[in-house]
Nanobody
């Protein structure tokens, strides 16, 4: 079992920055991918950024490329999401997620989820 705990959300004006953190506890050695997802009110959850934990390969949604950076600190079992040049449309609940599956695709098969942290960007 793996537990994920997010932190770092908050309110910021457009153009500002935030850094989200996700601490992982438990049997983290089994994880192949970790990622950040978000869900805005009335919208479906979408993948924002993902990282292959063993090789460090990163993946981004088109809407955040060039603005968001996903990274991991294996020594601290912590995942980060640096968010720069934030826009009002980035407002959402952000979730950290992890998976053991090696199935194709990077936005699916996640079986561990955090509780979420709110990000609000005002114009």
């Amino acid at each position: 079992q793996v537990q994920l705990v997010e932190s770092g959300g908050g309110s910021v004006q457009a153009g500002g920055s935030l850094r989200l953190s996700c601490a992982a506890f438990g049997y983290t050695y089994s994880l192949n991918y970790m990622g950040w997802f978000r869900q805005a009110p009335g919208k479906e959850r979408e993948g924002v950024a993902a990282i292959y934990t063993f090789g460090g390969g990163t993946y981004y949604a088109d809407s955040v490329k060039g603005r968001f950076t996903i990274s991991q600190d294996n020594a601290k079992n912590t995942l980060y999401l640096q968010m720069n040049s934030l826009k009002p449309e980035d407002t959402a609940m952000y979730y950290c997620a992890a998976r053991e599956s090696i199935a194709p695709g990077v936005w699916n098969e996640y079986n561990y989820w955090g509780q979420g942290t709110q990000v609000t960007v005002s114009s």
